[in-house]
């Protein structure tokens, strides 16, 4: 403990703490999503807490950490699943969290620190000029907007701006590097997807300029179906509708939602496979009239709820993205959650046959995404778990069925993005992080720069054994 | 004549005239583009124009064409290119502009008359509550909100909304019938496709709710390129990001616009060809980026002018749709344009070899679009017209090239629209004007229900001799 103790005398009043409640609480994220996880993480913890409060204490920070070599694990709201805000070599937990102010609220432009909470920035922007983050994850009230940029891919909103690593999509970051001399860069442009979903290996991240949409008066939608292809097919059709203003649009196979949409039960039969809508006010009447011709039923819409109905209920984004899983894993603590890609032309054929092929053991969810001008259907299925064994197996059928696996039951940068070694990534954590003290284990390619993917997501980081002894 | 003086007596004080300089005016639209529909139409004359002022004497003159035989054209400002506003057989031309108030303006719904100006329109939803239209033709300052639902297909907007036609994008229409006692019908859903985009054959449009965006301090931006295959690839490239908020983007080959665009030639260098924008604010910078990366050179930008530069300049929408063949003619009366489609997986192929083709003929201009969840480059190419025949030859070049002409030099809705005779429409029609008094000549299924479509365009319209003597 003595480098911990070197450090607190290097930090001043910089707040830090190795109080081993607080230490083992910010070691830890959303990895128990994944039993694989949960195993492997569970006992992994950090020596120190730091919770800068501004850029100046920041770099103090880093440049006591250089001076000293002391890993540093960036942490937001710990809402990933992925053991982003892990400190898999120890070290100490970088708490964002104060550094949280809004600097910021212009014309479509919001300019924050990373540690704000994205419920609590859209509160300031609703009231300053009625204007609204573009995405958000399920997570909203509890992740920071500088973790849902460092590891998020899209959510809440991606159904009508794309994902996250498109252009516009974040229009600035602004570094920290790690070096002896800590320095403050901005990035912009393409640069901005080096350090987007990088999980904070190669930067972190004290600022970010964020576009602003016009906020809307949302209306929630629950749309029941009798039977899981129809509600499959009126989501794919409906969200290739751009006319119709939504701001999410996700699919989720019977009986899940009446088993484990417990606030939202009264509404639904129990087979019943369910379309969750945010419509915006004018595409609400439409839309009805699309999904309903498809055979679908409207059984909640939120501008026709009483107060207190609404009071009940939670946000209707808590049935939705990661979100349905923690509904599941809520009720039945087997299940698990997939991430899956879906051929883009024909979706609905390749989910027809996995719903055939498994129906037991996975249970249908879909989000209805955009990216580079198409529509997607992102597979994020409720999976029973058994053994790690026989998951590889399944996902080894749903490649063969043309669905490749994005791995959730990983840490690795790597093993979750189907990715080898990559190598402008590496670039960048060169000039940010030369000691490869940000964040270590998160990418393999640090550890072998010639990685090759592998997918049977079995990369063990050798530094762990130090921080989980 | 005398039919007409029956007409008046039973108006009662609903304003009609029959003064020749009127008469002749509103019997014209913007048919003249085309030197084929110019020489059919240029003769063609109503017998009086009627400009009734509420629903109520609106209904009284329906009731009274009912009773006297008389046809009725409507027409709002007369921006159309097909005659949508030109009287086929005679009768009387209904100008709808006197029905021009705004009902209400809601959190993203307008309920106007038909008769509104867009501009106007916009002027006061932008004041009320900041919102705006969704889309509108380049023709905003003149045309109607009605005229744009009856007649038009999409505009300024349609790249980030998609076209009129789909789903959200018109929210009601309220009709007027011609039969002995007329009545109001209230079209939603699928219904309204039967009456948009129909030239006023099949119901006289009283009312509308149309969605209302918020409003976006648009920047106009012009980039300039030194090739056109340059241009239209990065034009393809960026209408495919949904992170950019665009309202508008065409591209434009040299030299058209340093030849034509009179007002804008300063920032243009001879052979440029041009990306023209529309950004939101927060799209601006991403925008920029991407077209540079892409060889492109921003020389306008509006929200780097200065006031007295900027008043200097029409506004960017005045060199896009329509608009740019405007420029072309008003520069040299012997072009008219071309609307074409493209292979929607292959368009910068297709319009490649067309570019090689027809070098000094075709001058290229794409509208990319957004429809059905898809983006595609619309072809509006400047044409250098010689003769019918060659044009015919042209058109049918095109064709076997994939690209299908969707003609402007024919008045009727099949040959516009290539199309058979189109039974639902059609059916409609038999219920709102069982006399098929509306807008006769404009839809040949009406005269001939067996219509099949034939691409020549050379269907007369029999009745055309009673109106053009």
Known sequence: MSRIVALTERLGDVPITTNERTVKGKSRDAFWYSPLLKAQLENVRAEAVVSPRDEGELLKLLAA??????????????????????????????????????????????????????????????????????????TRETATIGGFIAGGSGGVGSVRWGMLREPGNILRLRLATLEEEPRLIDLTGDEIGLVHHSYGVNGIITEVEMPLAPAQNWVDLLISFDDWPGALKAGWEIAHHEGLWLKELAAVQGPAPHKYFARHRKYLAEGDSLLCVMAAPNAVAPLIGEAEKRGGRTVYRSDRASDEEKRSLPPLYHLTWNHTTLQAIKADSSITYLQVGTPADDPLGALGQIAERFPEEIVGHVEYTRAGGKTYASFLPLYRFTTEERLNQVAQELEDLGCPCYNPHAYTYEEGNRSDADPARLALKRETDPKGLMNPGKMIGWENPDYAYDPTGSYVYPGIKRAAP
């Open 65 to 138: 950490c250089w001076a000293l070599d002391i890993p540093v694990t960036a942490r937001g709201g710990g809402t990933g699943n992925y053991a982003q805000a892990v400190p898999l070599a120890g070290g100490v937990v970088l708490d964002m969290k104060s550094m949280n102010r809004i600097v910021s609220i212009g014309d479509g432009v919001l300019v924050a620190e990373p540690g704000a909470i994205l419920s609590k920035i859209e509160d300031e922007t609703r009231a300053d000029s009625g204007q609204e983050l573009r995405m958000h994850p399920s």
